[in-house]
């Protein structure tokens, strides 16, 4: 009887190495999963499927996680303003977490001899993926075809061709992954530290030319409506938002990054939705949270994406960071207005009750309701004092 593998699989060019390597070289009964994180049409998640029998597969296995995935971690992202290096909003970071989660627990299901995947030896898939499958399924061994054989590209297409299936060498130039919170493009110009994506490696064209007004609307830190439009789910608005504003062009960018095996890495993105959530939130906090909630919450809000960037979603230090921040949302309640411009936005204002602006306390350089200069005075004196102190006893030695 053979040994069952779970296979992460997408139907792209090292998944489908995978799936023939390990049936045909490894003699193992292979059972693909795919974990959607909102990167696949059902008729996409069909057409996966029906390549993953043409492969061999002895089962094929789909998981809906986008609103487990949002729950579970994009929330937080979104509470924390998360944007690695201040530019990338963990769009593959994050999702390769509840994959590689959702994945170990189907070998437990199935109970599974082993789990693969098809990362490389040269990025921080391969630990995400073994660090949490070594926590969740310690004594099912990992497989990794691609990294332990050291594959290029080339040499995936070529075995494929002589196991009579064909790739498409010109799409495969590209590694292209797609979720919710974005959608990374790989290719050789983010192989060098100069260069930038050309027009057609970007999954979404630039269709809009026009400006538009956009009203993003937040209950507790979470994005509810969009131009008005209430939705059941964070995840249905995040995604009718990525609908308006990704035929702009906005949230495309390069990032240059710290991998977690200690060399700089760059990839290409495109994330409308995450950048104008991110931002349209952090404007609405702004607004309605003081000054040392803001200060702790970007502390904290850096470790957490570090650690979540480096798969460490399972550490129980970030439940108690999700605490803190799911705390600091009771008052981030409100409407955020924005502009939409081919490649770039402008956040144009908030309303919120809970507007801490309030022209009841006075307006910022004019005039006050809650204090009198003479009390300024007295402040600035005491406010001051134990520097001065530092300064007369100094320079008097």
């Not at 990167?39 to 029998?53: D, P, T, V, W």
């Not at 400006?211 to 209430?230: H, I, S």
């Not at 009750?353 to 200069?373: C, I």
Request: proline fraction near 3%; glycine fraction near 8%; aromatic fraction near 10%.
């Amino acid at each position: 009887m053979k040994k069952k593998v779970v296979l992460a699989f997408s139907g792209g060019l090292d998944t489908s190495f995978c799936c023939i390597y390990l049936s045909k070289d490894l003699d193992l009964e292979v059972h693909s999963v795919i974990v959607n994180t909102g990167g696949f049409s059902a008729e996409e998640l069909k057409q996966i499927e029906e390549r993953a029998y043409s492969l061999g597969v002895k089962s094929h296995h789909a998981v809906d996680a986008v609103k487990g995935y949002y729950n579970d971690c994009l929330k937080y992202l979104v509470f924390g303003n998360v944007l690695k290096n201040n530019t990338y909003p963990l769009s593959v970071s994050a999702e390769r977490v509840t994959q590689a989660t959702a994945i170990a627990n189907y070998a437990k299901e199935i109970n599974a001899d082993f789990v693969a995947h098809g990362s490389t030896g040269a990025g921080n898939d391969q630990v995400r993926f073994d660090m949490i499958f070594n926590i969740l399924v310690p004594k099912v061994g990992i497989i990794t075809p691609i990294r332990d054989l050291k594959l290029s590209r080339e040499a995936e297409i070529e075995y494929l061709h002589k196991h009579g299936v064909e790739i498409n060498a010109e799409k495969a130039k590209y590694s292209i992954n797609k979720g919710i919170w974005g959608t990374s493009v790989g290719g050789k110009e983010t192989l060098l530290s100069k260069g930038m994506l050309p027009e057609e490696a970007w999954p979404t064209p630039v269709s809009k030319s026009q400006p538009e007004d956009l009203e993003l609307e937040f209950v507790k830190g979470e994005l509810v409506a969009v131009n008005g439009k209430t939705y059941a789910h964070p995840a249905e608005a995040i995604q009718a938002l990525q609908e308006i504003a990704a035929p702009f062009g906005i949230g495309r960018d390069v990032h240059v990054g710290d991998t977690i095996i200690g060399i700089k890495g760059r990839v290409g993105f495109e994330a409308a939705a995450p950048m104008l959530i991110i931002k349209a939130h952090h404007a609405l906090e702004k607004h309605t949270l003081t000054k040392w909630q803001l200060s702790w919450k970007d502390q904290l809000s850096i470790f957490y994406g570090n650690w979540m960037h480096e798969g460490q979603f399972h550490d129980p230090v970030m439940r108690d960071i999700e605490a803190f921040l799911s705390n600091t949302q009771k008052t981030v309640n409100g409407k955020v207005f924005i502009q939409l411009m081919p490649y770039r936005f402008v956040v144009i204002g908030i309303e919120s009750e809970n507007d801490l602006m309030s022209s009841k306390f006075g307006s910022y350089g004019e005039m006050n309701e809650g204090y009198t200069g003479d009390d300024v005075k007295g402040f600035s004196k005491i406010f001051g004092n134990q520097v001065a102190i530092w300064h007369k006893v100094n320079n008097e030695v």
